[in-house]
């Protein structure tokens, strides 16, 4: 059962933009926080952004200041809107939502690919 759904991953050049969006359940969406991971070829998994049901943020410093993660209610989404993108973010990128201590789920993955 598909609980994150991942969307907008593609290849950009640099100092593009591009924008991934994560869907899941209205239920899911009002108690988890939701978030960004990324993995490139070779390197462990890292912390994109996290936002929380309440709205707060929190970014890896080597996106601050360039992406931006928000939550649409209306769509039970999570976006993440990455600009100046350069070819070191070029990743896997993985929706992630947690709840409490049993609830830590993860969508398939969209590829980002930034070309120099």
């Known amino acids: 059962q598909v609980q994150l759904a991942e969307s907008g991953g593609g290849l950009v050049q640099a100092g593009g933009s591009l924008r991934l969006s994560c869907v899941t359940s209205r239920v899911l969406f009002a108690v988890g926080t939701m978030g960004w991971y990324r993995q490139a070829p070779g390197k462990q998994r890292e912390l994109v952004a996290t936002?929380?049901?309440?709205?707060?943020?929190n970014y890896g410093d080597s996106v601050k200041g360039r992406f931006t993660i928000s939550r649409d209610n209306a769509k039970n989404s999570v976006s993440l809107q990455m600009n100046s993108l350069k070819p070191e973010d070029t990743a896997v990128y993985y929706c992630?939502?947690?709840?409490?201590?049993?609830?830590?789920?993860w969508g398939s993955g969209t590829q980002v690919t930034v070309s120099s």
């Open positions: 936002i929380t049901p309440g709205g707060s943020t």
């Open positions: 992630n939502l947690v709840f409490g201590n049993k609830i830590d789920y």
